[in-house]
RNA sequence: GCCGGAGUGGCGGAACAGGUAGACGCACGGGACUUAAAAUCCCGCGGUGGCAACACCAUAUCGGUUCGAUUCCGAUCUCCGGCACCA
């Protein structure tokens, strides 16, 4: 058998079809064996096609996958689309096409690009989030949470982006701007649909313990979450029957609320303040409105605001304390009210030096002097605060609230700095909300029978702008009678966000071709949870918290049978181009899969992914780079050139390396160190292209500890050597310790921990032959000279040093 | 401002229950093969000094703990990511 050439193309299609045409990758229930579900974060297919970013956790859990597959497990890898969306549907729109036929064209492009890797999907499970086969589900899904109370309407102020045309979750916001297009969000008061996800804050907070995620994914959930604990305290309003209550975290300082501030959109306001004070008001109103959220942050050094005219009554003195309205205050937060303690609160004192209020200090230092340009925020003792003087201030939290709590005029709360999520957009490319809206009925879901409810069939369509969905004009679709009364009745018109059909869709891939059911109960059983998923850390507070929002939910209906949908998962750092910039057209540094594949072959490619650098950190592109890859997969492949294989036992050199090579790769797949793994792999095959006649074994050892890296290349010599069936029939080679052992080693000796002298020693030499060895050293002699030896400090095969 | 993470050769990066710093690869230099080039193979490759053996310096900076620190502790600087009036 001899090869000299090495011709990727073919080997690359011929095992690719091999792979399918045997079905190597189609997996079903087997409860005989252990199931594995490593899950990629499936891509949005945009007209751009793949990004070479992409690929890299794709081979990261190819890799993992096959690792799997030879330890015996019934390994489920699945691949889809996650299909609607804005990009594509602004494409279609600019296209003049309908975003369906953009979508198709988009996906078939990247199933394309996705398979020339090679990767081992199983495509007949293959999903599609805007397929009515499957969106359908998604509605089911709507409905259920609608019948919770967890979907609900609301006039609200939302963020919205005019570049998009719709609103916003807050999520997708970031400093002001849109998270998609990076244009400035202004606040509408719209009505939408809200997914009640703040019900569910405590548990999606504390059951992240039990996660084996990236910290900082945690952290960042942790703190979008938000929980605050503290005391909600009424105020009552001067000559008003009106209480207003507030949250704070600091109930110790309560003596030292000097005023109240409310929100602009506080629904107290438009009943009590009146005269030139309502005047002033509604023009402070109307100056807000006019800005947009990116301005009122960046405004946020000076405070604006002004006096309504009303007084509170201080809970504990009596005292009147006047009450203002500031966009501070939010309404989104809390109750939209605060009791204001400049001497204890930055932004209460900002406020208060402005518009020229009292600074009442009431907790002090225990060992300092109060600041007086500033406010003090951290603990210290009560004082000026009557029976409460004295006090420390983490004691008085709760002696005040118990206090308050005593004359019914407060108590102990908790709150979150999670919204609610604003769940309609006002585009056409989306799940449409299965509502109907009837002028006596209300609002009237569909029943499960009628779903799916599909888009309407349209040409192609210009998008309003106005705020309001495409889908509004379309009358013959939105006007429909009434399920309950038969009485004329329109449809909802806003869709759903790009974010629904990614929230249940690993549910969806254990049985996704399921009629009856969004799933059996036997392959939820079975399948679930996710046991891998590897994806971009850009998702942490989007997808990921919504995703576990729905299956928690899900599995209080007992839908699903656990708590978390992502036992483990692992983020991809993102590749920069070779300048070290974020690759991107109009900088034109983009590396194409496409040219890189045509070139180098796959199993080069997916090595050279994943040769950059560390898995969860950022790497460079280097065209230079990917060549040592090519250099060494055609090493590889030289090994089988021409020489003759021994059929004897490897020689013990060779023994040895073998075993350390299959003990490292093991290791690094499984704590995602694919770099060294690799690297461990060329130190293998550059002492084995050293060998005159190499064994067998060895190479065959070779062959299995690459393969997963390089399958392609791997199968085709694995079938040279003589086997018929695919490698991934293999189980994975063992390790052996005692094979891995070196006979001779080097110690390093060092006179007071400075490196003096380099001795070869035998691995299991005993402490005193040691010294011995040492001490006939003549290089030693000459540095240790008259001074004698304090200390003798030897770690066992590792280093010896001497203190002089 | 607050919360994370990271600073190691010309470059990507190894090594951290504290124990030979720079594995592996790229680039570069020298050599072999070749009419020549490519490919391939061999050798060298942190800095300074030295013909050399070798010595000294070196893991962002400054200190500390230790026989010994890239690794642990404290302070500082820089970069990246997240949050941003959340009461």
Redesign the pocket.
């Known amino acids: 058998m001899k090869k000299d050439y090495f011709n990727f193309k073919e080997i690359d299609q011929k095992w690719q079809n091999y792979w399918e045409e045997h079905k190597i990758f189609q997996r079903n229930t087997d409860n005989s064996k252990k199931k594995y579900y490593i899950l990629d974060m499936f891509p949005y297919p945009s007209a751009e096609g793949l990004h070479v970013g992409h690929p890299e956790g794709y081979t990261a859990s190819d890799i993992v996958s096959r690792f799997y597959m030879m330890k015996g497990y019934n390994v489920l890898h699945p691949m889809g689309w996650d299909a609607f969306g804005l990009p594509t549907e602004n494409y279609a729109i600019k296209m003049k096409i309908h975003p369906r036929e953009a979508t198709k064209n988009n996906i078939d492009n990247f199933r394309r690009q996705i398979k020339r890797f090679g990767f081992s999907y199983d495509w007949s499970r293959e999903i599609n989030t805007s397929d009515p086969f499957y969106y359908r589900w998604t509605q089911w899904i709507f409905l259920k949470l609608y019948r919770k109370g967890l979907a609900y309407v609301d006039e609200a102020p939302i963020n919205f982006c005019p570049e998009c045309k719709t609103g916003l979750a ?1 999520e997708e ?3 002001g701007k849109c998270e998609r297009c990076g244009g400035a969000i202004e606040r509408r008061k719209m009505k939408q649909w809200m997914l009640r996800i703040t019900a569910y804050a405590d548990r999606l907070l504390e059951d992240l313990d039990m996660l084996d995620w990236p ?2 994914i945690k ?2 959930q942790k ?2 979450i ?1 929980r ?1 604990e ?1 005391a909600d305290i009424q105020f009552s309003i001067k000559n008003t029957e009106e209480k207003i209550t ?5 109930p110790d300082t309560l003596m030292g609320a000097t005023y109240m501030v409310l ?1 602009p959109e506080h629904p107290l306001l438009s009943t009590y303040v009146e005269g030139d004070f309502r005047v002033a008001l509604d023009k402070y109103l109307h100056e807000i409105a006019s800005k947009s959220d990116l301005e ?2 960046e ?2 050094k000076e ?1 604006t605001g002004l006096y309504t005219g009303l007084k509170a009554l201080h809970p504990v003195t009596g005292n009147e304390i006047p009450i203002y309205v500031s ?10 009210s ?1 009791m204001a ?1 400049p001497a204890h ?1 930055q ?1 209460d004192f ?1 406020f208060a030096q402005k518009f020229d209020l009292p600074i009442l200090p009431v907790i002090k230092p225990l060992n300092n002097a109060l600041p007086n340009d500033r406010a003090y925020e951290e603990e210290g003792v009560m004082f000026n605060s009557g029976i409460f003087d004295g006090m420390p201030s983490e004691e008085g939290k709760k002696v005040v609230v118990e206090w308050l709590e005593s004359k019914g005029k407060g108590k102990s709360t908790i ?1 979150y ?1 999670l919204r609610d999520w604003v769940f309609s957009r006002q585009r056409f490319w989306g799940e449409p909300i299965p509502v109907i809206h009837c002028k006596t009925c209300g609002i009237v879901p569909l029943s499960e029978k009628d779903l799916p409810l599909t888009l309407p069939e349209v040409d192609y369509y210009e998008s309003s702008g106005t705020g309001e969905s495409p889908l509004a004009v379309l009358k013959d679709w939105v006007n429909v009678q009434c399920p309950k009364c038969g009485e004329p009745a329109q449809r909802e018109t806003n869709t759903m966000p790009q974010w629904a059909g990614s929230c249940w869709y690993y549910l969806r891939y254990i049985d996704p071709r399921n009629k009856d059911a969004i799933a059996s109960k036997e392959n939820i059983e079975y399948w679930l949870p996710v046991d891998l998923y590897i994806g971009g ?2 998702h ?2 989007l997808h990921l918290l919504y995703a576990r929002f729905w299956h928690k939910f899900l599995y209080d209906e007992g839908v699903v049978n656990t708590p978390e949908p992502f036992l483990k998962l692992r983020n991809q750092g993102m590749v920069l181009a070779e300048d070290g910039r974020k690759m991107s057209k109009s900088l034109g540094n983009v590396i194409n899969p496409d040219e890189v594949l045509d070139k180098y072959g796959a199993d080069v490619v997916r090595c050279y992914e994943m ?4 898995f969860d ?4 592109w ?1 065209t ?2 990917i ?3 090519n ?2 997969i ?2 590889v492949w ?1 090994l089988f050139d021409s020489k003759e294989y021994s059929s004897a036992e490897p020689n013990k050199d060779t023994l040895r390396i073998m075993h350390k090579t299959i003990r490292k790769v093991t290791e690094d797949i499984t704590h995602f ?1 694919f ?2 793994a ?2 461990a792999l ?2 293998y095959v ?1 002492h084995l ?2 060998m005159e006649r190499r064994s067998k074994e060895a190479l065959e050892t070779l062959l299995l500890l690459l393969s997963p890296f390089a399958p392609h290349v791997v199968e085709e010599l694995w079938n040279d050597l003589g086997h018929p069936k695919s490698i991934l029939c293999q189980p994975w080679p063992a390790f052996d310790p005692h094979l891995a052992k070196d006979d001779m ?4 000796i ?1 006179i ?5 002298e ?1 001795l070869i020693v035998p691995a299991d030499i005993g402490e005193e032959e040691l010294k011995t060895l040492v001490l006939q050293s003549e ?1 030693i002699q000459s ?1 240790l000279g008259e001074q004698g030896i304090k ?1 003798w ?1 030897i ?1 066992p095969r ?2 010896v ?1 001497m ?1 002089a």
């Open positions: 807050n916001v970031t400093s910290e900082k952290a960042m703190h979008w938000g605050s503290g507030v949250f704070t975290t600091r929100a009122r942050t405004l946020s405070k966009d501070y205050v939010l309404m989104s937060y809390g109750t939209g605060i303690v609160d932004r900002d709150q700095r850390a850009e942490a507070v040769f950059m650098g560390p950190q950022e790497s460079l280097s230079q780079g060549e040592g890859i250099r060494f055609k090493k030289s160190s770099n060294t690799i690297s060329m130190i550059n292209s050293k080693i080097e110690i390093p060092q007071n921990g400075k490196l003096r380099r290089k540095f200390k400090i770690v590792r280093l040093n203190v």
